[in-house]
């Protein structure tokens, strides 16, 4: 079993609708946990990042982290198709070590 | 502000060439250095990390090697490339202690 799960899509959604994104882990030891947005043939851009339990807004996006269910999550409000993208989430037990990767599901918003 | 090199962007190499290839960061010092290899439809696999000059910790075993022989260079090399060496490679930088990385634009390296 991988240390995290993500659902690799495609997720297709019509541009204006809420994109929700997953990811669950079985480490209970994860305490930060990141969003990354990859375009096609690009290095991957941090979105969001945040340290244990609860929810981070900023702008069109929001990040979930529910511990006690090993369960994060990336909601992206109003999708355009500039939102069209693979989004990775990573996670890290908080003291020095490698940042523990998804796969990434990939995104495509229809104008 | 930060700013992470790669060269070159694209790479075309025979079985059995050398590779090198570099990044740079600009705009921070003593930074934390990675390189990656992800495949097609696949995670990041982290390969080296380095946490000062010299100093490189290997994630995978292989046939390829990393040196830092300057603070804000990471160089990614091989002395006979595989045809399961072919992917996208990314450098990354951390701030010492931190946990949050930032990707560099990535090489994409095809072996024939």
């Known amino acids: 079993q991988k240390e995290v799960e993500q659902d690799p899509g495609p997720l297709s959604v019509p541009e204006g609708a809420i994109v929700s994104l997953n990811c669950t882990y079985s480490?209970?030891?994860?305490?930060?946990f990141m969003w990354y947005r990859q375009y096609s043939r690009k290095g991957p851009e941090l979105l969001m990042y945040t340290y244990s339990s609860g929810n981070k807004e900023d702008g069109r996006f929001t990040a979930q982290v529910d511990k006690s269910s090993k369960y994060i999550s990336l909601f992206i409000r109003d999708s355009q198709p500039s939102d069209s993208a693979t989004y990775l989430c990573a996670m890290h037990v908080g003291s020095w070590g490698k940042l523990q990767f998804g796969a990434g599901t990939q995104v495509v918003v229809t104008p | 502000s930060q700013t992470i090199h790669q060269w070159p962007a694209t790479l075309v190499q025979p079985v059995g060439s050398p590779l090198s290839l570099e990044c740079t960061v600009e705009g921070t010092s003593n930074p934390n250095l990675y390189w990656y290899r992800q495949a097609a439809g696949r995670g990041l696999q982290l390969l080296f990390y380095s946490v000062g000059i010299g100093q490189i910790s290997s994630e995978v075993p292989q046939n390829l090697s990393a040196s830092r022989p300057q603070d804000r260079q990471f160089i990614l090399s091989s002395k006979k490339l595989l045809l399961s060496d072919s992917g996208f490679y990314l450098c990354a930088w951390s701030t010492s202690g931190a946990n949050e990385q930032y990707f560099g634009p990535g090489t994409r390296l095809t072996v024939t």
């Open positions: 480490n209970s030891a994860f305490q930060y």
